[in-house]
């Protein structure tokens, strides 16, 4: 069975929850969605203000000053807001992407020094009090005055698990929050067939080369393979296989997809190889301002139609559309850009 572009937009929409806001609790949807980007403190409370009715602010906060959601690098090395019980699960599936990204820009500029007696260093060090990252990458670089800086930091952030230490703050992180090691420690199995059904679940159907993007871990084309019994298949109009969970939804092509805010980096813009279904090629460019630095995008349609900035000295949203918006459109992102507004001032 083909699926078309427009169909695999609405499921992948669907496991997003941006048809519609779903009544869910905050931590049950950061599970949901596999992950939230965190490189900036208010991203993932805007990605679920965008997803839930009724989400309130103190409601992450607060998971994340209870430690039942967590901040730390995962998929692609890059920070996330995850729970707790899915960092413990999955890290072990995570990290032969985060090591062999190391291993291929770092391992030789050790000069022979071993990772282990770097990470070791590094984990008394924390063992102590919370650090601040300038902290972790001094108290490492004046261990090893003759080695590699950035080398030394760098490993330390591939091996050691970390976590950020939350705090009182309304988005309950600051902006320089201090390091503190992950409490329990992630568990060491390799739960990779689990890390693809998560990802089927909150992205697809999609491709190997798709769950790669997302995670970072290469080489899954045989952990699809040996979980074909187990999924459903399908063809896009390009010819390529995609595979599915049975169960999931894939909603009618013309199910009404309501227009929406998206905070920078959401995953829903990072996490396919062909990102089509929710951005076209012409749009891209407009997105990406230069290399690993996005814009914040707005939906229409479930497509990306533009981007919107926040005055920081007002608070006040402008939208600027890529194309022409229907005026019942522009009614319903002006209503959006409101209530994110008053979210924002919360």
Known sequence: MVLTSRELNRATLARQMLLDR???????????????????VPPPFVALWSRL????????????????VVRAS????????????????????????LVRSWSGHMRGRLDGLAAEEVVGEARDYLASAP???????????????????????YTVRTHLPMLRVPDDAGWGFSGNSPFA?????????????????????????ATPADATIWSGRSGLKPVFEAMRSELVTF???????????PDAPRPPADTPAPPRLLPVYDNL???????????????????????????????VDGEVAGAWTRDRRTGAIELDPFHRISKADRDALREEARGLEEFLRG
């Open 22 to 40: 779903r009544e869910l609790r905050a931590e049950e949807a950061v599970e949901r969605l596999a992950g939230l980007q965190a490189q900036d």
């Open 53 to 68: 009715a009724g989400f309130e602010r103190d409601e992450l906060a607060e998971l994340c000053r209870d430690r039942r």
């Open 74 to 97: 995962l998929m692609r090395h890059t920070v996330h807001l995850v729970s707790a019980r899915d960092y413990v699960r999955l890290h072990g599936a995570i990290l032969p992407a």
């Open 131 to 153: 650090r601040r990252w300038a902290e972790i990458q001094r108290h490492v670089a004046a261990r090893w005055p003759d080695r590699d800086p950035r080398a030394l930091a």
């Open 181 to 205: 090691l992950a409490d329990p420690a992630p568990e060491e199995s390799d739960r990779v067939q689990e890390l693809v059904r998560r990802y089927l679940a909150a992205f697809g159907p």
């Open 235 to 245: 063809r896009d109009e390009g010819g390529r296989e995609l595979f599915d969970l």
């Open 269 to 299: 813009l990072l996490s396919h190889r062909d990102r089509t279904r929710v951005i076209s090629e012409d749009h891209k460019p407009r997105i990406q301002i230069r290399v690993g630095q996005l814009l914040s995008a707005f939906l």
